[in-house]
């Protein structure tokens, strides 16, 4: 089988599951991890025969495709703001909502004379998963001095191996925020992805996030959604600095209602914005 042809193949095992344009990516993802094939060379090598040993292995990884299983996970890695992370089925596998966030904090510290002239930035990530948000701000913010939580020790372990693979330092501590009864140190910046998916919710995500992706990252019970705001937003309230901001990526159907629970919590100058699919999904807000 030539490479065209194993294009064909692959399209053709796929469509029932995939829209083309998914199958085409997944197809040049596949072409570079297994075969070390850039998509630009594709057209200069169509005609190449590929040997069975790697037909083989490109036939497993449809296999789990057909499966619905994440290609990140297949392959143990994804791109994020431009960097590479490893995943795991330990770490949610980061979203192009929480490069959004990601990119308002960068361009927020830029913009603030004060936080700016630091030396050093405080920064704290509350459930850091494959620590993408904390290594970003870390690998693109010189001054950051970054701490990062997670309750899970094997979450923790990838994002110790994804602060090594992007050349930074970040002090990474396992915790169950819940129950902390204070943060210990002030940060000028605090940052939190936390679970937020309500149980009732689950009809609407697809299968490859069911079946693979972490419960404890996504998941809240429906009685009390907002439970990772309430607390992280008390205990910032005595470890943010004056000068500094709480920004947390949210549920899109309870914007106003998590705008609500950190103005009753005394916060000010709240800001709610969407992502690049009009849904609200990220807060901004300081102390005073
Ligand atoms: C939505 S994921 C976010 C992961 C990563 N920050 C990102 O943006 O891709 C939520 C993370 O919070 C962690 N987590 C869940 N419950 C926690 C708790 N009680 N204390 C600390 N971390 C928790 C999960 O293990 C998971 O890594």
């Not at 040993?53 to 789990?64: E, G, L, M, S, Y």
């Amino acid at each position: 089988m030539n490479l065209l042809q194993l294009e064909k193949y692959f399209h053709q095992r796929l469509k029932a599951n995939y829209p083309d344009s998914e199958i085409e990516n997944f197809f040049f993802w596949t072409l570079e991890e297994i075969l070390g094939i850039q998509r630009i060379d594709f057209v200069l090598q169509k005609n190449n025969a590929v040997d069975y040993q790697n037909i083989d292995r490109i036939k497993k990884v449809i296999q789990r495709l057909r499966n619905e299983e994440p290609i990140q996970y297949i392959f143990g890695s994804t791109e994020f703001y431009g960097l590479l992370f490893n995943v795991s089925t330990d770490t949610l596998i980061p979203r192009p909502e929480t490069e959004e966030l990601v990119e308002w904090i960068i361009e927020t510290v830029k913009q603030d004379e004060y936080l700016s002239s630091l030396s050093e930035l405080r920064i704290l990530d509350i459930g850091t998963g494959t620590g993408c948000i904390a290594i970003t701000l870390t690998k693109l913010i010189p001054s950051a001095n970054t701490t990062a939580v997670d309750i899970s020790k094997n979450a923790l372990t990838v994002a110790e191996s994804n602060s090594a693979l992007n050349e930074v330092n970040v002090h990474f501590v396992i915790s169950n925020v819940l129950e902390l009864s204070s943060l210990e140190n002030e940060f000028d910046i605090i940052v939190s992805n936390p679970p937020y998916v309500r149980n009732s919710e689950k009809i609407e995500i697809k299968n490859n996030v069911l079946k693979y992706e972490p419960d404890t990252a996504l998941f809240v019970e429906d009685d009390d959604p907002l439970l990772f705001y309430r607390k992280i937003g008390k205990l910032s309230l005595d470890s943010l600095t004056n000068n500094g901001y709480l920004f947390f990526e949210i549920n899109q159907y309870l914007g106003e209602e998590t705008v609500d629970l950190l103005s009753k919590l005394g916060y000010q100058h709240i800001e709610l914005r969407k992502d690049l699919f009009g849904n609200d999904r990220m807060i901004k807000c300081r102390l005073s």
